[in-house]
């Protein structure tokens, strides 16, 4: 079968279970089995090349995992955050686009600071501070994780980039003590979604962990504020923390911040889809 034809067969297929972006996943898919980049599939396909027959089983037996709603970076192993690829898979969770917006406003409260220290609460994979580091490479950047399972992957993270991050396993509502005082920006994307508001993706709901998703407490704000606060005694005065959020949460979150008396200039910031997306919050 030639490429276009099995290419439109795997998009249908995909389409019918609901996939978002059913063409695309088609063809990334096939570039991951075939080993090639994306512009090399599609100029594959216009020229009407074959596959051979072992070649297209795997890809089939991608497709119909697809199909079943893995998530795309689970079969690929691999996902792309602010211009890296991490190691992603089962047991941590997927680095999101909207989550460059905080990456970006980091960068920016870094900006004219020499040698500046930065900590990532809740690191998952390892893309926050990863992207940090690789942007500012003078930056002495640290990183914590929780989940023994997905600091495997930030540690894979941080040997196959090269990037220099100090990265720890454990809670971050008792990390970098050693800090105290003396960080100049905290950034987190912590578990924030409230307990009643189970995603609608099957690729969120059953392939991210628990521990990524619910911020416990009815509101999903208990972990997030409890982080926020060890941001407060890290961070040197003036110093920033950045922390992303549910698009419910655009008010709740600065609300609370301000309540607990250590922060000013709260504010909130939306992410590219223009919804409320990350608090900033600057240590009095
Ligand atoms: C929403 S994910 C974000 C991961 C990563 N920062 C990113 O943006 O891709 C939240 C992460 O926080 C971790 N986590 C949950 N509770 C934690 C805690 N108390 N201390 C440290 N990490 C925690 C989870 O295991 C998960 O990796």
Known sequence: MRLDRLLRTATTALAEAGVPSPAVDAELLLAHVTGRDLAD????RILGEDLPEATRT?????VERRRSRVPLQHLTGSA??????????????VPRPETEVL???ALQALDGLDRPTVVDLCTGSGAIALALAH????????????SVEAHRYAVANVEATGLAVDLRQGRAQEAFGDLAGRVDVVTSNPPY???DAVPVDVE??????????YGGGEDGLRVPLEVAERAGLLLRPGGVLLMEHADVQGEELPRALRAQGVWREVADHRDLAGKPRVTRAVRS
Request: net charge negative; glycine share 8%; aromatic share 6%.
């Open 41 to 44: 599939v599609r100029r594959a």
């Open 204 to 213: 969120v709901r059953e392939h991210d962990p628990q521990l990524a998703l």
């Open 103 to 105: 990456v970006d406003l």
């Open 80 to 93: 792309h955050f602010a211009g890296l690829e991490l190691v992603v898979g089962p047991g941590v969770f």
């Open 135 to 146: 942007a500012r490479p003078d930056a002495v950047v640290g990183a914590v994780e929780l």
């Open 193 to 195: 979604i409230p307990a």
């Open 58 to 62: 795997a890809y089939l037996q991608l």
